[in-house]
């Protein structure tokens, strides 16, 4: 008996060093991004706010640049900006959005990271992020507080081959449609981010 519980803490060991840690199976938003990581894509704006007439006039392409459990970044490339990126990050059941800004020197933006957590169940295709209370600190702190309420969604919907991105808020609407039928090249890393390996 006492050889038995003297062993008893090195079997345990010995059965915990051989369960192979399981990650949570992917959601459906994720498992639908999927066939789309390591692709561009060229997009259009089908909104008709005056304020967007600049982007109207560029060509406008998306990267899904890198894909990992959880965690998404998206570029987007306006013309020659190369300054923005788009932070998906899975935090419990739900999605998380953030702006990740630049200058071309790499340095942030005083307007980066904003964004919010989804108020969309973790597995829908459509994400919609309403802003969270540091985004509207942030947004108070930079004189533009017409936009504490934003509202930004990310949709994928595989049988259209449309990903899309969406900014709404009272007397504003953005949204940008991107044809996931015909990948494009890749464009130049956003500015401040690592070359890929």
């Known amino acids: 008996m006492l050889f038995r519980t003297a062993l008893a803490p090195a079997f345990a060991l010995l059965a915990a060093a051989c369960v192979t840690p399981v990650e949570p199976a992917s959601s459906a938003f994720e498992a639908a991004i999927a066939p789309l990581c390591g692709k561009a894509f060229e997009g259009r704006i089908v909104t008709a706010d005056a304020q967007d007439d600049d982007w109207r006039a560029q060509r406008v392409v998306m990267h899904v640049r890198t894909c990992e459990p959880g965690y998404i970044t998206v570029p987007l490339h306006v013309g020659d900006d190369h300054s923005r990126t788009w932070v998906l990050m899975q935090v419990g059941e739900a999605w998380e959005l953030r702006h990740d800004h630049r200058h071309e020197d790499g340095s942030e933006d005083a307007l ?6 989804a108020s969309t169940p973790v597995d829908a295709l459509r994400q919609e992020f309403p802003a969270d209370q540091a985004t509207k600190d942030l947004f ?10 934003n509202v930004w969604a990310v949709e994928v919907d595989p049988s259209a081959n449309i990903f899309a991105y969406e900014l709404k808020r009272p007397q504003r609407f953005l949204r940008v449609e991107f044809d996931t039928s ?7 890393t956003p500015w401040g981010w690592p070359e890929l390996d």
Do not use: L
């Open 182 to 188: 015909s990948p494009v090249a890749a464009p130049p």
């Open 140 to 149: 108070d702190r930079e004189n533009i507080p017409v936009s504490k309420t």
């Open 112 to 117: 980066t990271q904003y964004g919010g957590f």
